[in-house]
């Protein structure tokens, strides 16, 4: 899994469908691409680029089911698109339920290790099911698994 955040996109002359066809072009076909993204708009252009996954990243719990309901009826259902929508930035035991939606895949919580004094992030879960799923960051269509 190749993960672009806003330096690889500014890197690429603020494109980020240019930095996905980068990404891509590098990892070969076998290469899962995921994008953080500060908008719905950033969002929507990463899913046309290519993106395998999009991280709605600081979004309100609100701002969250807008988005990945959108996203999700516009792109996947109206235009068959495939891509997996992920939830993380600020996201802790306390809140997460606000941001639980049926169209959102992956939802990352943020841990404090007061040892440490880092935080960590931590897969949550995909609501989909009454079972908890978790992927693994080298294979988001897989099996839970330590991203580090």
Not at 29 to 38: A, G, T
């Amino acid at each position: 899994m190749t993960m672009l955040k806003d330096n690889h996109v500014w890197a690429c002359g603020n494109s980020i469908t240019r930095a996905v066809h980068a990404a891509k072009a590098v990892g070969g076909f076998s290469i899962k691409v995921e994008v953080e993204c500060q908008s719905e708009a950033e969002a929507e252009e990463a899913i046309r680029g290519g993106a395998d996954v999009v991280m709605l990243d600081n979004f309100s719990g609100d701002g969250v089911k807008v988005a990945s309901k959108s996203l999700k009826e516009r792109l996947k259902k109206g235009e068959g698109k495939e891509f997996l929508i992920e939830v993380s930035g600020g996201l802790t035991e306390d809140n997460v339920e606000g941001f639980v939606c049926d169209d959102v895949d992956i939802i990352k919580e943020e841990e404090e290790e007061e040892e440490e004094e880092l935080d960590k992030e931590r897969i949550v879960g995909i609501h989909k099911s009454s079972t908890t799923k978790a992927y693994s960051a080298s294979d988001p269509y897989t099996s839970l698994g330590d991203d580090e």
